[in-house]
Structure formats: structure tokens, C-alpha cells
């Protein structure tokens, strides 16, 4: 989550007002006639405490046992850093372009930034969970405990589609969670969130839980738990616990129009943590089942059009051509009711159930097709790992200054191309030649570029200077680069 901290000086400021309002009731009873006063001095010798009021829950307890195993995540990243403009130096000086010219052949500096977030031990061995987003592209992780001690942490593996990476930091017999079902959380019971928000460490704050199985427009399949619990950056990848000290979910993201904590907090099931974790520890990346189908959540218009008794299943869209469902025989127009007798309610249980699939693994769909019910067998396929890197290798320090990563198979549909790489971010040579972020890379020196490796093959094969031919929208050019 990268939000502003501005709006936290902004609720302590909100904080003050209400202070002040309270602190003004005072002095209005104060100022009262003798008779209020007795009255209200009467009342705060013996408070009444509502049955409501006793029955509040105490969080100290479950605090006390579970917060040892929560822990505070430190980030380092080395950026680039262009080099300044030279002070003291007046642009109209003679020696102002000589100068600048001179200087912009010193080689750039790496300029280490920083950031903040959560996590928590999930085996004694020293398995840490947090959010993808909180160690992505991390040079250094640091990990401290609440004993002080830190640790340097290596990063496991980190999945971008679910938000989650697991760390292993060289510690042993280290307090850890317990893990809950967060399939048996009911909306409105208790929850506590304990994090860093701002960098302050082993923060408690709580709430309730106000929905269960939440979709966000972030085209991931998680089906996110939707609390009310206060959270904010730095909180990412902290813990949320039930009543029973047990984690639920992974506080991930937040609903904001402010960039600060407005009720609205989301977290990742723990279940769906787990199995990623678990993925990652053993082999550093996730596999996932896929169809290769475009879907939509059918509304009660749709139901009644299709001949439905309710608003339930998952309705395809499109089909894509040569894809696991099309050689299963799935058509556009069917609903999608059921894989392997479980019941597909919405869209979001279509994509968790196939995303569980094992790839090449078979499964039984029950589908909804022109007034009647049938069943087909769809061997899965698997999602297409997304992968992003500097297109250079340790030795050429980056010679070409552009991350990149392979392209989806719909967006090389959509470009009409058999492969290319997207181009993610840029910098130094790359971005003098003209390069920018969402230009596909389509070949280098002539030759094809299918993935990572090939645009670094060709880039180390080059001596001075590299030409990539980039497709920019619906054009295609020719840009030399002269390499770093």
C-alpha cells in the first residue's frame, strides 16, 4: 500500500478538535448551577456501566500471547539517481553546457530508498508471511522481532497476482501464529489487527468483520475479507486475528479517497495465504490452474434471459481459441454452475476453484446451456508466470536501463503478436533514446525477443549500441539505443 502520511498528521488533527469539544462540555458544567453540579459529581463518583458496556471484548489476552510472533519489515532499494543540475552555475555561463556535458558522462548513483511494512512468523524454523507488494524489488529485508533482535531476510519468493511472499529469516524455536479457517468467520464477529502503521511497531488496533468473500477491481481472484479495522501504511502484511488468537486473513489493502484508513480495510484469507506460502517455500513460484475464459456474474435480467430459477453461476463471455475450455467444448453463453460438485455462486468462485487446479489435472464443469444443464471434462491448463527483471544480466550493470516482463496471452492477442516484452519502467539509456513505459519490445538486433533471457542475450552480444524494434499502440519503429 503506498499511501500518504500526510493524512495521518491530518486525523491527529481531527483527534485535537474532538479533545477540544469534549474538554468544552467540561466548562459548561463547571459554569452550572450548584444543583447540576452535585448532580454531575454525584454521577462520576458512581459510574453506570451498561450490560453493553461490560460485555465490550478485552484484546489484552490474545495481544500478550500472539504479538512476539508479529513482526516489523524494513525495505531497501537502490534507484537509479540522475545526476543533478550543477549549483551555483548560471544556465547563460559559457562554461554551463561544457560543463553539464561533462558531467552526465559521470556514471549515475544508486540512491537507496526505503519503506516500511508487516509480517508475521508462521513455523518456528523462522517462516515469515507478508504482502508481495511490501518486498517487491527488494535489495535488502530486514526483519525485527519485538525482543529487538533483527535479521537479514531472504526473500522465498513473491507472488504478485495474491499479494503474498514468503521470507526466511536464520532463527530458531522463534514464537509463531496459529493459523485459523477463516471460512468459519462470520460477519460482525471480532477482529484485531496488530502492525507498524507509519513505522510505529506492534500496533493494536480492532473491529468486525463487514463482509465476507469481497472482489476488488484489482483483476485478482482473491476473495478478500472486508474489515473495519483501523489500518494504514506500514500495515500491510500484518496479521488479522479472530477472538480465538488464530489468523484469518493478511491485512493487504485498504479503500481510500484520502490515501489514509476510512473504514474500509481489506485482508487475504488465510487459507489462500497459506497455499501460496506453501508453493513458494518449495519451489519459489506459484502454479495455477487455468481455463482461459472471460466471465461475468449473473444478475437476475441475465438469469431470466437464460432461463435460470436464480441469479447464480458464472457466465462466459468469450472463449479463447486453443485454450483448455475451448478444447473442452465451453461456448460463450454458458453458465457455469459447478466444478466437481461445487457450486459456483459468482465469478469469484469460478476463478479460486480453477485457480486451485493442478495444471493438466482433469475436471467435471456443469454448465448451463440453452435451457438445459450438461457436464464437461476440461483438462487444465496453467496460468503463464508473469516475470519481471532488468533486462541485463549482473555484469552488464543494466546496460539498457528498462524492466521488463513477458506479455499475457490476451494482450498478445489484443497486439496481434506471437510474443514481445512490456515494458515496465525505464531509465538511463533506454529513456535518452526515446524508450517509455508501455512499449513493446518486439525484437533486438533483428532477432526476436520470446522472454527476459533473449533481450539480455542480444543486449550482451552488443558492443556500443542496441536497435529494438518497439510497437507503440498501433505503430512499429525502429529506436537505436546506445547502450550504457
Known amino acids: 500500500m503506498t499511501l500518504h502520511s500526510k493524512t495521518f498528521i491530518s486525523s491527529i488533527a481531527v483527534a485535537g478538535v474532538v479533545g477540544a469539544l469534549t474538554a468544552g462540555g467540561i466548562t459548561h458544567y463547571a459554569t452550572a448551577p450548584v444543583h447540576a453540579r452535585s448532580a454531575a459529581s454525584s454521577a462520576q463518583a458512581m459510574p453506570v456501566v451498561s450490560p453493553a458496556t461490560r460485555n465490550l471484548p478485552d484484546f489484552s489476552a490474545l495481544v500478550d500471547q500472539y504479538s512476539p510472533a508479529?513482526?516489523?519489515?524494513?525495505?531497501?532499494?537502490?534507484s537509479r539517481k540522475v545526476n543533478a543540475e550543477m549549483p551555483g552555475i548560471d544556465r547563460n555561463?559559457?562554461?554551463y553546457e561544457f560543463l553539464r556535458r561533462f558531467q552526465s558522462q559521470i556514471p549515475e548513483r544508486q540512491a537507496p530508498s526505503g519503506g516500511i511494512g508487516s509480517g508475521f512468523i508462521v513455523s518456528p524454523d523462522g517462516i515469515v508471511l507478508t504482502n508481495a507488494h511490501v518486498v517487491t524489488d527488494a535489495d535488502e529485508v530486514t526483519v525485527k522481532l519485538?525482543?529487538?533482535r533483527e535479521f537479514k531476510a531472504k526473500v522465498l519468493g513473491v507472488d504478485k497476482q495474491s499479494d503474498v511472499a514468503a521470507l526466511k529469516i536464520d532463527a530458531r524455536d522463534l514464537p509463531a501464529v496459529k493459523i485459523g479457517n477463516p471460512k468459519s468467520v462470520r460477519v460482525g464477529e471480532w477482529v484485531v489487527a496488530i502492525g507498524s502503521p507509519f513505522g510505529f511497531e506492534n500496533t493494536v488496533t480492532s473491529g468486525i468483520v463487514s463482509a465476507k468473500a469481497r472482489a476488488l477491481p484489482d483483476g485478482t481472484y482473491v476473495p478478500f475479507l472486508q474489515t473495519d479495522v483501523a489500518v494504514n501504511p506500514g500495515n500491510s502484511g500484518g496479521p488479522l486475528f479472530n477472538m480465538n488468537g488464530e489468523v484469518i486473513g493478511v491485512n493487504s489493502q485498504i479503500y481510500s479517497g484520502s490515501g489514509g484508513y476510512q473504514g474500509l480495510s481489506f485482508a487475504i484469507p488465510i487459507d489462500v495465504a497459506v497455499k501460496v506460502k506453501d508453493q513458494l517455500v518449495q519451489t519459489g513460484k506459484v502454479s495455477r490452474g487455468r481455463l482461459g475464459v472471460t466471465i461475468q456474474d449473473v444478475n437476475q435480467s441475465?438469469?431470466?434471459?437464460?432461463?435460470?430459477?436464480?441469479?447464480?453461476g458464472a457466465l462466459v463471455s468469450s472463449v479463447e481459441r486453443g485454450s483448455p475450455a475451448d478444447k473442452a467444448g465451453l461456448q460463450p453463453g454458458d453458465v457455469v454452475l459447478?466444478?466437481?460438485d461445487r457450486e459456483i455462486k459468482r465469478t469469484l468462485d469460478l476463478s479460486g476453484y480453477v485457480a486451485d487446479l493442478i495444471p493438466g489435472t482433469q475436471a467435471t464443469l456443469e454448465v448451463w446451456r440453452k435451457g438445459g444443464a450438461r457436464k464437461l471434462t476440461v483438462t487444465a491448463g496453467e496460468v503463464k508466470t508473469t516475470k519481471t527483471a532488468a533486462a541485463s544480466s549482473p555484469s552488464d550493470d543494466?546496460?539498457?536501463?528498462?524492466?521488463?516482463?513477458?506479455l499475457t496471452d490476451d494482450e498478445l492477442k489484443q497486439a496481434d503478436l506471437k510474443s514481445g516484452l512490456r515494458v515496465e519502467d525505464v531509465s538511463g539509456p533506454a529513456a535518452r533514446a526515446g524508450i517509455r513505459a508501455g512499449d513493446v519490445?518486439?525484437?533486438a538486433n533483428g532477432t526476436p525477443v520470446k522472454d527476459v533471457d533473449d533481450l539480455r542475450a542480444q543486449i550482451s552480444k552488443s558492443n556500443k549500441s542496441v536497435a529494438l524494434l518497439v510497437q507503440r499502440d498501433d505503430a512499429r519503429i525502429f529506436v537505436p539505443v546506445t547502450l550504457g
Open 70 to 78: 508479529v513482526v516489523n519489515i524494513t525495505v531497501t532499494r537502490n
Open 93 to 95: 555561463d559559457p562554461f
Open 146 to 148: 519485538t525482543d529487538r
Open 302 to 312: 441475465l438469469a431470466d434471459s437464460f432461463g435460470l430459477k436464480a441469479p447464480a
Open 338 to 340: 459447478k466444478v466437481d
Open 398 to 406: 543494466n546496460r539498457l536501463g528498462v524492466a521488463v516482463r513477458e
Open 441 to 443: 519490445v518486439i525484437s
